[in-house]
C-alpha cells in the first residue's frame, strides 16, 4: 500500500474537542486536562510512562503499543508543539517533552514562523511553512519507507482530512468527558462516512468507544 499517513489514539470529548480553550505555558490542553482524556490509555500495561507493573490488556493496550509501529516521521501541528502566537522571540523553547520526547522520528511542525531545526536524543523538529500536499511530501522522504503519523491538533488533522491525505484516523471518543468548547475536530463522526469505512469499538474498560476509520 505504499506509505501511509496515520491519525493514531487521537482522542476527544464526547462532544468533539480535541482540546479546550485558553492555551498556555502552564496548560497545553486549554481547560481540558489532558489526564482525563487519556486515561483509556494510561490504564494499559503499555503505556510510555507506566511507572509501576500492571495495566490493562486487550484493545485499549494494543492501540497503545501499535502507537509507534512503522512509524518513520511525524507532522504536527504549530499549537502541539508550543502556545506561544506569533514569530519567535528567542529559540529557548523546545517543546513540552523535555530532553526525551517521546517520537523518536523526524518531526515537522508546521508554522508561519520558522526558526532552525533542532535535535533532542533521537527526534529532530523541523518548522515549514508548507500546505498539507507539500508536508507530506517531506515528511514522507525522511520517513525512509515507512508510514508518517500526523499527530494533530485537530485543526491540522482536519486540514490533512480536507485535502483527502489521511489514510487511517483512529479517534477515541471520551464517554466521560465534555468540554462545551475548545478546538473541534467534528460536530459528529458521521460526517467522515462519505469518505471513509468506519469501525466503532468499545472500550472494554468502558473510557472511550474507538473509531477506527480507513479510506474508501
Not at 508550543?82 to 523535555?98: A, C, I, Q, V
Amino acid at each position: 500500500m505504499g506509505q501511509l499517513l496515520k491519525v493514531q489514539n487521537f482522542t476527544v470529548s464526547r462532544d468533539g474537542f480535541g482540546a479546550g480553550d485558553g492555551q498556555s505555558l502552564e496548560r497545553p490542553f486549554g481547560h481540558a486536562d489532558p489526564a482525563s482524556l487519556m486515561s483509556w490509555a494510561g490504564a494499559t500495561a503499555s503505556w510510555p510512562n507506566r511507572t509501576d507493573p500492571g495495566g490493562s490488556r486487550g484493545l485499549d493496550d494494543y492501540l497503545t503499543r501499535d502507537f509507534s509501529h512503522n512509524i518513520g516521521a511525524e507532522i504536527m501541528g504549530s499549537h502541539k508543539f508550543s502556545p506561544y502566537r506569533g514569530p519567535w522571540e528567542d529559540h529557548s523553547w523546545l517543546g513540552w517533552w523535555g530532553d526525551e520526547p517521546p517520537f523518536h522520528t523526524p518531526v515537522f511542525v508546521l508554522t508561519h514562523h520558522l526558526r532552525p531545526s533542532f535535535t533532542l536524543s533521537d527526534t529532530t523538529f523541523h518548522f515549514i511553512d508548507d500546505d498539507p500536499a507539500t508536508a507530506l511530501e517531506k515528511a514522507q522522504a525522511a520517513a525512509n519507507g515507512k508510514d508518517v503519523r500526523l499527530g494533530g491538533g485537530a485543526t491540522t488533522v482536519r486540514e490533512f482530512l480536507d485535502a483527502g491525505l489521511v489514510d487511517t484516523l483512529h479517534v477515541a471518543v471520551s464517554n466521560e468527558v465534555e468540554l462545551g468548547s475548545g478546538v473541534r475536530l467534528w460536530e459528529s463522526p458521521d460526517e467522515l462516512l462519505d469518505r471513509y469505512h468506519c469501525d466503532v469499538v468499545p472500550s472494554p474498560g468502558g473510557a472511550v468507544t474507538h473509531h477506527l476509520f480507513w479510506r474508501r
